[in-house]
């Protein structure tokens, strides 16, 4: 399950066999990583499962498009942004926050990674994030409130907010980690409550972004689970498949229009694309 193209390529860890019916995105340039058969994955994460995802990753940068499955698996974020050596910004498109305390000492899991990070990586500046519920802001543990920095939903509505707001809070190369649990269910379907953004309005912001900052690499998941009927799971697929396209097809555009864009070292290089 390969296809190569190492001048346009999308990263895809595929856990929970979702990815195998979403032929749109294996219809473009990508490199398949299979982690089925890793046990201890499922929201939560063992040692002996982080070791071997680590493996499996080994030789990829954090650069390019990565498609982590869904939202069961966000901490997979946690990984990418671990081989970055150099100071950044981590952007988080999100309806949580991910900052809950593991229920499980010494697991690392979907609901804690962002807090994970912060304690753990010494490159990570600060955290923005990007379409949280305010409910899920309010609880934010104020030790980490000097770090992080919310842009919530209800400011995703005011169309010139984002500017005034990336102008002062953005200053650095950024890792951008994307739920689509943040989209309409009208838009796409995943396994955790959603919020109201449209396909549209998250491509403006993500504009902008890749835009105006140094973007060093993006992960998205938020695929849908994998228990409904038959024929909603295939809708659902469907429905995923097509925005997962046109997220690639949308960043793509952006970076192919950008002649220097954010590289591993710390430094600008002249490249085409991821």
């Given at each position: 399950?390969?296809?190569?193209?190492?001048?346009?390529?999308?990263i895809i860890m595929n856990f929970s066999h979702i990815y195998e019916d979403e032929l749109q995105l294996k219809?473009?340039?990508?490199?398949?990583?299979?982690?089925?058969?890793?046990?201890?994955?499922?929201?939560y994460l063992d040692e002996l499962a982080?070791?071997?995802?680590?493996?499996?990753?080994?030789?990829?940068?954090p650069e390019g498009i990565h498609f982590?499955?869904?939202?069961?698996?966000?901490?997979?974020?946690?990984?990418?942004?671990?081989?970055?050596?150099?100071?950044?910004?981590l952007l988080v498109f999100d309806h949580h926050t991910d900052m809950q305390p593991s229920l499980f000492e010494h697991l690392l899991s979907c609901g804690s990674w962002v807090k994970e990070v912060l304690d753990t990586n010494p490159f990570l500046n600060k955290v923005v994030l990007i379409g949280a519920k305010q409910e899920l802001i309010d609880q934010l543990d104020e030790q980490y409130k000097s770090r992080i920095i919310c842009f919530g939903e209800r400011e995703l509505?005011?169309?010139?907010?984002?500017?005034?707001?990336?102008?002062?809070?953005?200053?650095?190369?950024?890792?951008?980690?994307?739920?689509?649990?943040?989209?309409?269910?009208?838009?796409a379907?995943?396994?955790?409550?959603?919020?109201?953004v449209s396909v549209l309005q998250l491509e403006k912001y993500l504009g902008h972004i890749l835009k105006e900052e140094q973007v060093i690499g993006i992960d998205?998941?938020?695929?849908?689970?994998?228990?409904?009927?038959?024929?909603?799971q295939r809708e659902n697929?469907?429905?995923?498949?097509?925005?997962?396209?046109?997220?690639?097809?949308?960043?793509?555009?952006?970076?192919?229009?950008?002649?220097?864009?954010?590289?591993?070292?710390?430094?600008?290089?002249?490249?085409?694309?991821?």
């Open positions: 399950m390969e296809n190569r193209n190492e001048a346009n390529q999308v219809s473009l340039p990508y490199k398949w990583i299979d982690c089925t058969k890793i046990p201890g994955t499922d929201c982080a070791a071997e995802i680590e493996q499996k990753i080994e030789s990829y940068s982590i499955d869904s939202g069961n698996y966000h901490y997979i974020s946690k990984f990418w942004t671990d081989k970055i050596k150099h100071p950044f910004s509505k005011k169309d010139q907010a984002w500017r005034e707001f990336s102008q002062l809070h953005l200053n650095e190369p950024v890792y951008i980690s994307l739920d689509k649990d943040i989209l309409d269910k009208k838009e379907v995943t396994n955790w409550d959603q919020g109201t998205i998941c938020g695929e849908a689970a994998t228990n409904e009927l038959v024929f909603i697929d469907e429905r995923n498949d097509r925005v997962n396209v046109e997220l690639v097809s949308f960043i793509n555009k952006y970076q192919q229009n950008k002649e220097k864009f954010f590289v591993d070292g710390g430094k600008n290089e002249e490249v085409s694309d991821y």
